[in-house]
């Protein structure tokens, strides 16, 4: 199975600091994702990302949140000034050619926020 | 009415039992439909696509009934460790996001 690569694991940041979280796709994959789990909740969507664009945003995705490939191969989500309330395990997520297919998901970067 | 909903469970089951998970989804659109494992604090992991003619892996069987808008996915012989939470995934046509369920808790009992 292909391996989707998150960094860092965990990261704890002071409340009002930005953050960035990393993803590392796999080459020939197109359509990119950010979802976000608060613990012992469900898994929620936060945005898509097809050809250097946000194809999709949930209303999650408010003006703190921005995504980017900044070199065209790592994946990015910033969190600009961050809330206790964003404290959670995100995970990116990719899907290859036609999407009839299934995502794959990275093994997450737990956020935690003091 | 939630877009995928899933009973939370958990299901506490023995060793080889048979156990069975619903799934019922509110967009009559969708056009994908997926099961996911995930296993404490780690990501969803793919179990199995569903497709519409209904579809075995070894022990795991999913169905899906449009009509009725659920998928379901049965677990044979059932082994300590499928013990996780299932989650079910739907993607609805025109759209590119994956929606998931709350997810079902399994503890297979030895």
């Known amino acids: 199975e292909p391996e989707v690569t998150q960094t860092p694991s965990h990261q704890v940041t002071q409340m009002g600091q930005e953050v960035i979280l990393r993803c590392v796709p796999i080459?020939?994959?197109?359509?990119f994702y950010w979802y976000r789990q608060i613990l012992g909740q469900k898994v929620e969507f936060l945005v898509s990302f097809y050809n250097n664009e946000i194809s999709e945003k949930s209303e999650i995705f408010d003006d703190q949140f921005s995504v980017e490939r900044p070199d065209g191969s790592n994946f990015t989500l910033k969190i600009r000034s961050t809330k206790l309330e964003d404290s959670a395990m995100y995970f990116c997520?990719?899907?290859?050619?036609?999407?009839?297919?299934?995502?794959?998901f990275g093994q997450g970067t737990r956020l935690t926020v003091v | 009415r939630k877009e995928v909903e899933q009973d939370p469970g958990p299901f506490n089951v023995p060793e080889g039992a048979t156990v069975a998970f619903n799934c019922t989804y509110s967009?009559?659109?969708?056009?994908?439909f997926f099961w996911y494992r995930q296993d404490c604090r780690k990501e969803p992991k793919l179990l199995m696509s569903v497709y519409s003619s209904g579809n075995e892996d070894g022990r795991f069987t999913a169905q899906l009934n449009r009509a009725s808008q659920y998928i379901s996915l049965l677990i044979r012989d059932s082994k300590l460790s499928d013990s996780a939470t299932y989650l079910c995934v739907v993607r609805p046509s025109g759209t590119y996001k994956y929606i998931f369920g709350t997810g079902t808790r399994l503890k297979v009992l030895a």
């Open positions: 080459s020939n994959h197109l359509y």
């Open positions: 967009n009559s659109a969708s056009q994908s």
């Open positions: 997520a990719e899907v290859g050619r036609g999407l009839n297919t299934e995502a794959f």
